[in-house]
């Protein structure tokens, strides 16, 4: 499958799904406290993205069987909602896909609940960092490896791990299409960065080494060492002028603002 590029209209269109995620994250954040189960954070994920008449774009998808992917701690991604309770000190990384009019949007945030440890906020610093340095390379003229090797130097730079095994991708009518978006790699290396190319970016990191297991139930992916990992995402789209960042953390910061169970790593 080629890469398939898009019109302003169908980018506008990716933009309205996107943002549908934020809204989605938003809405679960306002539920993140110690006592909540996953699968309860899920189902009001699953009645939100209802209530705008999208489709939850993780159900089903393979088979899995919720709406976000919630990973606790050392889960580094793809984590499955279930009767676990998230207790003070977790850090939980949710992530959403919707359809809506036929196209897809991607996001994710990992959130800290209650008093989480020092080594955790900079964790959480850090990978959402790597996320905006890799963002800051999209532009026409770079390569792919411009944005993956940013994400990877300030991650090393930290002393946090790169996880290689899982990586973004290009997003539109399909949640996965080409090109590839790895979270390392070398400068000036790879595909061309044209306008019309719209990408998932999700930096996956780890606050030990990189490896990771992924185990018997077909979706849990945690670090090998047990240290926690962390995980933000952004869909973005590659302009004549550079990026357009069509997710949005602006209504998740709203929300953590209000609520007094998230820690706030934007202070
Ligand atoms: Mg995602
Ligand atoms: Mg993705």
Redesign the pocket.
Known sequence: MDIKYKTAEEIESIRVSSLLVSETLAHVAQFIKPGVTTLELDKSAEDFIKSKNAIAAFKGFKGFPGTL?ISVNAEV?HGIPTKRVVRDGDVLSV???VIQNGWYG???YTFGVGQIDQSDIQLLQVTQQCLMQGIAKVKVGNRMGDVSSAIQEYAELHKMGVVRELIGHGIGRNLHEKPDVPNYGSRGQGINLKAGLVI?I?PMINKGKRGIKFHDDGWTVTTIDMKNSAHF?HTVAVTQNGYDVLSSFEPIQSAIEKNINIYNINV
Do not use: L, N, W, Y
């Open positions: 992917c991604v992530d959403c896909g991607d996001s994710a998932a999700e995402e």
